[in-house]
T-cell receptor, first 110, second 116 residues
Framework: SQKIEQNSEALNIQEGKTATLTCNYT??????LQWYRQDPGRGPVFLLL?????KEKRKERLKVTFDTTLKQSLFHITASQPADSATYLC?????????FGAGTRLTVKP | NAGVMQNPRHLVRRRGQEARLRCSPMKGHSHVYWYRQLPEEGLKFMVYLQKENIIDESGMPKERFSAEFPKEGPSILRIQQVVRGDSAAYFC??????????????FGQGTRLTVV
């Protein structure tokens, strides 16, 4: 059965460092992959989409890679700030909808 | 252009009562998706609707749960005879096209259902 695994439940880093979050999937062959941010008590907010023929995508301090051989996506936040603290979800298309990983809760300490 | 609106934000129901969750999609969006999220868990797909039609309800329990998206008005997720295990956050998302077709989803703020 399809599975989406995000590296860890929680990640704590110091302000200014680069945060790297991992999304691994099995039994999927997605044409693209999405990353969302979710703050406590709020709905997820779309951040980035990367297609299978794109190795890397950037948006401001965010960078996403997509390795279809490893079946893995890496999500990087450079020069992290306390305001980046949130849960980050990866999502893959499945039939008519998106399937989400459980998320990684990132805490950036000042 | 208002975002996806869900109400109520919080809903408390006693066991056996009915819960009605409402979702107004973004203007121009005809595709609505409902997800359930338990604490520390990911979003679980429940149902996908397009105006007046249920396209995919494979994630929705067959008993007690139903969803509709009428021609006029919001989409409704209805849970009859609620049980404690129904306590969760329910999120609605809308998109201008089918989600699996390479388009982002816009989520509402969710309805937090507590069954006491």
């Amino acid at each position: 059965s399809q599975k989406i695994e995000q590296n860890s439940e929680a990640l704590n880093i110091q302000e200014g460092k680069t945060a790297t979050l991992t999304c691994n999937y099995t039994n999927y062959s997605p044409a693209y992959l999405q990353w969302y941010r979710q703050d406590p008590g709020r709905g997820p907010v779309f951040l980035l989409l990367i297609r299978e023929n794109e190795k890397e995508k950037r948006k401001e301090r965010l960078k996403v890679t997509f390795d279809t051989t490893l079946k893995q996506s890496l999500f990087h936040i450079t020069a992290s700030q306390p305001a980046d603290s949130a849960t980050y979800l990866c999502a893959l298309p499945y039939n008519n909808d998106m399937r989400f990983g459980a998320g990684t809760r990132l805490t950036v300490k000042p | 252009n208002a975002g996806v609106m869900q109400n109520p934000r919080h809903l408390v129901r006693r066991r056996g009562q009915e819960a009605r969750l409402r979702c107004s999609p973004m203007k121009g969006h005809s595709h609505v998706y409902w997800y359930r999220q338990l604490p520390e868990e990911g979003l679980k797909f429940m149902v996908y609707l397009q105006k007046e039609n249920i396209i995919d309800e494979s994630g929705m329990p067959k008993e007690r749960f139903s969803a509709e998206f009428p021609k006029e008005g919001p989409s409704i997720l209805r849970i009859q005879q609620v049980v404690r295990g129904d306590s969760a956050a329910y999120f609605c998302a809308s998109s201008p096209r089918r989600q699996g077709g390479d388009t982002e989803a816009f989520f509402g703020q969710g309805t937090r259902l507590t069954v006491v």
